[in-house]
């Protein structure tokens, strides 16, 4: 039956906190500090857990080969692969950073997806992001494009490449879908940045029409994030809005015209609920520091929806005091959980940017890439076992660390069986 699948980034071996991001400020912050790899892998777990829980269905995607030593050698280091490592470390820690980064975790930046019943072929398109932004970031989707070609290798998807890196993309962290049912065909809702602005727009509009072309969508709207939000620290628009079912929530600077915005989704689907929540309630500062939008909005299996927000979001008085009057109303949103997925939230990730949505048959996944209670249990053994304890800025030129970290990856590829 097809539904909504929700695919989390396995956290990273070598999760750690490089201040790679220009913009994310959760990143800036916590440049420097010491990352707990076990313990965020563990979170990110205990989350996936819990949205299976609630009865939905759950997949993983796996960390990324790091260091990656392909594109230290591209940048000139030779040698052994320990050589490239030990060299990259030792003359340039930053670009070595860069090719350490845990990043792809956040699999809303994996890609973008299109689910069937908004495609003019009826097959459920994929188009790898190319990321193109953030360097650490860029050089994730020839190993992603690689994984989801064989999590979704079924015929009843497309999975494309990259777009070329002219054109900025990050994926479903800049989309949207409103829906009534999640099989029926969609509205969805492109979302890109202008430059211009204190922080880089890594959405680029033409990036935008071109996934929509290339995956034959033709009831799209193609929106602009507010250059008071980039501006204001949300370098994606899920930081400031997300879509589930008929109903989207936003902040009220979220979009540069949200007025044309609302009125567009009226004409193309009059049963839409927008639910936006005024500056006046919840600051745009307190919006970005929470992580309120970054949350999963969920449709539940007896039609409620729920909100699963980070713990952050609890902790920030605003915030809590709207979810309360939220959930207390009578309108579609009925729950908010707080989940503890601290580690990615000091790099800027939440709980929607550890999710990539899929909307499919579950039997047409490549059941590796499902979750179920045994492989929660064997995944948190594997992490327990192997996974680094912390990581601080002294351990990024440790040799050992880092064969520690490539011994994590190859030993869960073994667990699950897979070769990437
Ligand atoms: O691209 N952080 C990520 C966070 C991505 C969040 N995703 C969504 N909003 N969907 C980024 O900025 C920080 C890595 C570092 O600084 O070590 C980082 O890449």
New binding site residues.
């Given amino acids: 039956m097809i539904r909504e699948i929700n695919f989390d980034g396995l956290i990273g071996p070598s999760h750690?906190?490089?201040?790679?991001?220009l913009g994310?400020l959760a990143?800036a912050r916590h440049?420097g500090a010491t990352s707990r790899p076990r313990a965020a892998a563990l979170q990110g777990i205990a989350k996936m857990r819990f949205v299976m829980g609630l009865g939905l269905t759950q997949g993983f995607l796996l960390p990324l080969d790091r260091s990656n030593v392909g594109f230290l050698r591209q940048m000139g280091f030779v040698g052994t692969d320990e050589q490239v490592i030990a060299r990259a470390a030792a003359e340039d820690p930053r670009l070595f950073a860069t090719a350490a980064?845990a990043?792809s975790m956040?699999t809303?930046?994996a890609a973008t997806v299109s689910p069937a019943a908004d495609t003019e072929d009826g097959r459920c398109h994929i188009s790898a992001a190319n990321l193109s932004r953030?360097a650490?970031?860029s050089i994730e989707h020839p190993e992603t494009h690689a994984q989801l070609a064989l999590a979704f290798a079924d015929p009843a998807f497309a999975v494309h490449e990259a777009l070329p890196a002219a054109f900025g993309d990050e994926g479903a962290?800049n989309f949207m879908r409103l829906c009534e049912r999640h099989d029926a065909p969609g509205l969805e809702i492109f979302v890109f940045g202008e430059e211009g602005g204190r922080f880089p727009a890594r959405q680029n509009r033409r990036a935008s029409e071109a996934i929509a072309r290339r995956h034959g969508v033709s009831n799209a709207l193609f929106v602009a994030q507010s250059q008071t939000a980039i501006d204001a620290g949300a370098?994606?628009n899920?930081?400031v809005a997300v879509a589930n079912g008929n109903v989207l929530f936003a902040h009220e600077h979220a979009f540069a015209d949200a007025a044309g915005l609302k009125a567009d989704i009226a004409r193309r689907m009059p049963d839409a609920i927008y639910v936006e929540v005024p500056a006046s309630a919840v600051s745009l500062e307190d919006s970005i520091k929470s992580y309120l939008f970054?949350s999963q909005l969920l449709t539940l299996p007896d039609g409620s929806m729920a909100l699963v927000l980070p713990k952050e979001a609890e902790e920030t008085p605003s915030v809590k005091a709207w979810l309360a009057a939220l959930v207390a109303g009578n309108g579609p949103i009925r729950a908010a959980h707080f989940v503890d997925v601290r580690e990615s939230m000091q790099?800027?990730?939440g709980p929607?940017?550890l999710r990539l949505r899929v909307v499919a048959d579950p039997a047409r996944v490549d059941a590796r890439f499902l979750l179920d209670e045994a492989n929660a249990d064997r995944l948190e053994r594997l992490v327990e076992r192997w996974w680094p304890e912390a990581i601080g800025p002294a351990d990024m030129t440790n040799a050992d660390l880092w064969r520690q970290v490539k011994a994590a990856r190859k030993a869960l590829l073994s667990e699950l069986e897979l070769s990437l």
Avoid: I, K, P, T
């Avoid at 750690?16 to 991001?21: D, M």
């Fill in positions: 750690n906190y490089a201040a790679l991001s994310n990143s440049g980064s990043s956040w809303a930046n953030m650490h970031r962290a370098f994606h899920d930081v970054n790099n800027g990730g929607a940017c």
